[in-house]
């Protein structure tokens, strides 16, 4: 069941040149949701995450975390405040194994605060180590990961540098998880089974905002679908609905 508003966007606008590639885009997504974004190539989607996740400044339009207007803060300050972002090809350490590059996304929980120096001491820094190690074995694990624990980022399939993407989401503890089209590249049955195990993240707690060209699996999977055309909110509402709403169909065929 959704609870509050955890992401919003009140009228957000981009332009690049002549290009309005977010022509005033109001959405909202509450805790626990699992949505989905689509549109026809060039409707703003890639754009959209950009503006939210702080790597492009909107040219207008706000955007809110958990209520807090978060506009123009660099994405390692939405970071801080769990939003975690994903993208289309996984940037990973290549030299490094697949359990190193989960492990360094894991956030440092000492911080700053007036306990952080007794936090810095040998045998919490040794405890603090072997919960990292529990945390990143429970987390590979859950993603299928842990037979190719060991290999480098450059060796793996393109599933699995996605799922190693998914893992660092999961070690820098993300709350609210932006994924640009997780199962580009990767054959039609990893697909599913990408979208099966965010499936079962969502029940764990996650709330995911997905961009998907496969609809075929994104519809069997997501609770409500927001569709964009030419920067702009054409459609939104359940799967079902939106895959027979004839103005989804024109957009598609318009821009073919
Ligand atoms: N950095 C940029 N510089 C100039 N134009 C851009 C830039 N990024 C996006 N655009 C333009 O903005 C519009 C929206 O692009 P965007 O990538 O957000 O669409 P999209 O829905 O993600 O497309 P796709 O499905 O093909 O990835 C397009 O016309 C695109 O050419």
Redesign the pocket.
């Known amino acids: 069941m959704a609870g509050v508003e955890v992401l919003k966007t009140v009228d957000l606008r981009k332009y ?1 040149g002549g ?1 309005r ?1 977010l022509d005033g885009v109001s959405i909202s997504i509450r805790e626990g949701e699992f949505v989905g974004l689509i ?1 026809p ?8 995450f950009n503006v939210i996740s702080g790597i492009y400044h909107p040219d207008g339009g706000d955007v809110y975390l958990y209520g807090e207007k978060v506009t123009g803060l660099p994405p390692y300050e939405l970071y801080r405040r769990g939003l975690v972002r994903g993208f289309q090809v996984p940037r990973l350490w290549h030299g490094m194994t697949v359990v190193e590059n989960s492990a360094t996304a894991a956030r440092d929980r000492r911080g700053d605060g007036p306990f952080s120096a007794i936090l810095r001491r040998k045998e919490w820094l040794q405890w603090e180590e072997r919960s990292l190690v529990k945390r990143v074995h429970d987390v590979l694990e859950k993603l299928s990961l842990t037979r190719v624990a060991l290999n480098r980022a450059s060796e793996i399939s393109g599933g699995q540098m996605k799922l190693t993407d998914i893992s660092r989401a999961l070690m820098g503890e993300a709350r609210i998880l932006l994924l640009d089209e997780p199962t580009a590249g990767v054959a039609p049955k990893l697909a599913q089974d990408i979208f099966k195990l965010l499936e079962r993240l969502n029940s764990e707690g996650l709330t995911i905002f997905v ?1 998907e ?1 496969r609809l075929e699996v994104l519809f069997n999977h997501v609770e409500r679908v927001i569709v ?1 055309h030419e920067g702009r909110v054409l459609v939104e509402g359940p799967p079902e609905k939106v895959a027979e709403d004839p103005r989804v169909l024109d957009a598609y065929l318009g821009s073919a």
């Open positions: 690049f290009v590639a549109g190539n060039g409707s703003g989607k890639s754009t959209l961009i060209h964009m």
